[in-house]
């Protein structure tokens, strides 16, 4: 497996930290849990879409694009993080935002990602839950030919294999940060949601021979679609770095227990969660994804699945600038 094959643009600080979370580990009385900073890539307030784009760029410009067309919720950090590196490449961003909340408030159809979005010029069209993206994006794409640009498709949360190499390259990355600090490491926690981050780990880690568990926690779709969708990725991806079969159905586990009733909308575990991050550590997250995984994990430690003891990372994978899209529900 050599990732160096790949076209790729530079877009992350890399290596993200990996941190120790002294005071959580010691105010949750269970294992010593530390944190992968994914959240600090760098690119428009970071987060995990970035090292996915870096490889996903790397093919629109190999393939001579000049303009980028992709899909997301209204609060898609993905869709923020794509804008960001268009314009850092000098591309024009035709975005697909989906509104995938039903009755949002004006702050959440306004403010946070989407205002950033616009920041970066990002050309904006709203459709319905529900709408056919491939369709609708093929649409957008012909336009853009017409007018005698080159377009260049990312899918939503840039989870295809291309962008999932993002996270092989995480995997590959932590493991190194293991032995350079010396750590036995028996879990590791992710948000789970259009599955490139967790497929790809998958890949990284298992194409290495490392045999650490991964425990996706699920933001938006019932245990069997998600761990089906992400076993479907990884596989695409294994055959892409040439590590077919690395990753096994088995070994692909989500927990889709903290959802609540659905995507986006926030759940008291997840307000507790954030909260409860930010006042013993410091750290943002974010309500839609990496909030209700930290309540996954902090759940897991009261229940005592993960145990005094165990070494557990949790992922970050940013999204502190969707925080602002629900500044009138969060301190409620
Ligand atoms: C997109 C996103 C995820 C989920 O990653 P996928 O690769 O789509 O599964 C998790 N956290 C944040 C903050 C995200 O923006």
Known sequence: ???????????AHLPTPLEHMSRLSEHLGGPEIFVKRDDCTGLATGGNKTRKLEFSMGEAVKQGADTIITVGAIQSNHVRQAAAA?????????????????????????????????????NLRQFDAGTDFN????????????????PYIIPGGASNAVGALGYVDCGIEMLGQFKEQNLTIDHLVSATGSAGTHAGLAVGLRASGNDLPILGIG?????????????????ETA??????????????IADCNYIGSGYGIPTESMNEAILMLARFEGLLFDPVYSGKALAGMIDHVRQGRFTKGQNIVFLHTGGSAGLFAYSDTLLT
Request: proline share 3%; charged share 30%.
């Open 1 to 11: 497996m050599n990732l160096s094959d790949f076209p790729r643009v530079r877009l």
């Open 86 to 122: 268009a314009c850092k490449l000098g591309m024009a961003c035709e975005v697909l935002l989906e509104s995938r909340v039903s009755d949002p408030s004006e702050i959440y159809s306004k403010s946070g990602n989407v205002f950033l979005d616009r920041i970066f010029g990002a």
């Open 135 to 150: 369709v609708a994006m093929k649409s957008v794409a012909d336009e853009v030919r017409r007018a005698g640009g080159t």
């Open 219 to 235: 933001v938006n779709a019932p245990q069997d679609v998600q761990e089906e969708r992400v076993y479907k990725l990884a596989v």
């Open 239 to 252: 055959e892409l770095v040439g590590a077919k079969d690395c990753v096994a159905r088995e070994d692909i």
